[in-house]
């Protein structure tokens, strides 16, 4: 069973000697104690240098000459493109181009890509987007927020995962390795049915469940984990997802807080933006965020689902 840490309601009172500490002041200690953990600025790869403030999220390092993620093309779209995917895989300084790191008093707090609005509008993908360049923690939340003018890529869209959770959505989250059990996922997240796939298993990426009472897509006007997607394999879950429009996207959209930790995950490894074509050629399509816990050598491997997990 999963430990959770008990919140206790109220004000700091002192009642028979015994102090009873309020819901907020366990928060404020345990994001302090989380920050305390958070990797330097120090500790990034030689090459990485300030590249000045984004949006409203303050200051970021990056490295190379290209700040935004270079796109993969739009040769393939939808589930066929992880065939292409798994015969080319990344190496590593593939995985890092354009990765940035945002900075809140000399540690790392959050990490991210820019992606090119024009290639999201062109409908490109982009895979093997990797978070574990260094030790970090579990990410508590994800926005998605267009960056126009801030940039001389602009405008870009910057995806960026916070370590940090916002005062009253502290929970405690798993370390690396730790793959959370199906059987700890709430009731409400059912199997996404495919006839396509036998056992509703996904080649090359896992079997869906999501709440089949809300929206498959992720508006930008919704609130809380609505239209969360969690994957799973062997009796654990592998990935958590957010799918939304691409005409969202063009229309200059941004997502301000996506929660990622509803249930308790472990940190991120990599990620696939990957781009649906809509139900008619015409029409706009969509954008799957899948974000994987463990390396994606390992499941664009799989044709069936696999009796185990190979341990991190």
């Not at 890529?153 to 798993?174: I, K, N």
Request: charged share 20%; proline share 7%.
């Amino acid at each position: 069973m999963l430990r959770y840490t008990v919140w206790v309601v109220g004000t700091m009172l002192v009642c028979a000697g015994v102090w009873v500490v309020s819901a907020e002041s366990q928060s404020s200690g345990a994001i302090g104690s989380l920050r305390s953990s958070l990797p330097l600025v120090n500790d990034l790869p030689a090459g990485y240098r300030s590249v000045g403030m984004l949006g409203g999220h303050g200051e970021f390092y990056a490295a190379g000459m290209t700040r935004y993620r270079n796109h993969d093309g739009d040769a393939h779209h939808g589930l066929p493109a992880t065939v292409a995917w798994a015969t080319n895989p990344k190496d590593e300084p593939a995985r890092t181009q354009g990765v940035h790191y945002q900075i809140k008093d000399g540690r790392i707090t959050a990490a991210g890509y820019m992606v090119r609005q024009a290639d999201l509008v062109a409908g490109n993908s982009l895979y093997g987007l990797t978070l574990r360049e260094l030790d970090v923690p579990a990410a508590h939340r994800l926005t998605i927020e267009l960056l126009d003018g801030d940039t001389e890529e602009s405008p870009s869209y910057l995806f960026l995962w916070h370590f940090l959770p916002a005062p009253d959505q502290a929970r405690p989250m798993l370390q690396i390795g730790e793959l959370q059990l199906l059987a700890n996922l709430p009731r409400m997240f059912e199997v996404v049915r495919n006839e396509n796939h036998p056992d509703d298993f996904y080649p090359r990426m896992g079997r869906h469940r999501r709440d089949l009472s809300k929206t498959v897509n992720r508006y930008p006007t919704a609130t809380g984990s609505e239209s969360v997607w969690y994957g799973e394999a062997a009796g654990k879950l592998i990935f958590i997802e957010y799918i939304v429009s691409q005409q969202d996207l063009a229309d200059g959209a941004s997502w301000i807080d996506l929660p990622l930790n509803g249930v308790p995950i472990p940190p991120i490894d990599n990620v696939h933006i990957l781009h649906y074509n809509g139900a008619r050629p015409d029409a706009p399509g969509r954008y799957t965020v899948h974000m994987y816990f463990f390396p994606e050598t390992q499941y664009l491997s799989w044709e069936t689902e696999p009796l185990s997990l190979e341990t991190l």
